[in-house]
Nanobody, 125 residues
Framework: QVTLVESGGGLVQAGGSLRLSCAAS????????MGWFRQAPRKEREFVAA????????YYADSVRGRFAISRDNAENMVYLQMNSLKPEDTAVYYC??????????????????WGQGTQVTVSS
């Protein structure tokens, strides 16, 4: 069993930055791809970013590419999402997730098995 706990959310003005953290416990996630997703009010959950097990490959939604950066520290069982130049449309609950299969990653929700409870990010205009 894997438990994922997100932190680092909060209220920030447009143009500001936040760094989200995802702490994994229970089992190591070092050989699994990890992803960040978000869900805004009255919208479906959507892909934000993903990172391969080694950290060598990263993937981003078009809406965040160039502003967000995903990274990981396998020794600490942590995954991060650095969010810069935040916009009001980035307001959402952000979730981290672990891929179902070792050594796999991607942008589709069905590729992920374990999910955190989420952390709220609110960007004011």
């Amino acid at each position: 069993q894997v438990t994922l706990v997100e932190s680092g959310g909060g209220l920030v003005q447009a143009g500001g930055s936040l760094r989200l953290s995802c702490a994994a416990s229970g089992r190591s996630v070092s050989t699994y791809g990890m992803g960040w997703f978000r869900q805004a009010p009255r919208k479906e959950r959507e892909f934000v970013a993903a990172i391969s097990w080694s950290g060598d490959n990263t993937y981003y939604a078009d809406s965040v590419r160039g502003r967000f950066a995903i990274s990981r520290d396998n020794a600490e069982n942590m995954v991060y999402l650095q969010m810069n130049s935040l916009k009001p449309e980035d307001t959402a609950v952000y979730y981290c997730a672990r891929s179902i299969r070792a050594y796999s990653s991607g942008s589709f929700e069905h590729l992920y098995q374990y999910w955190g409870q989420g952390t709220q990010v609110t960007v004011s205009s």
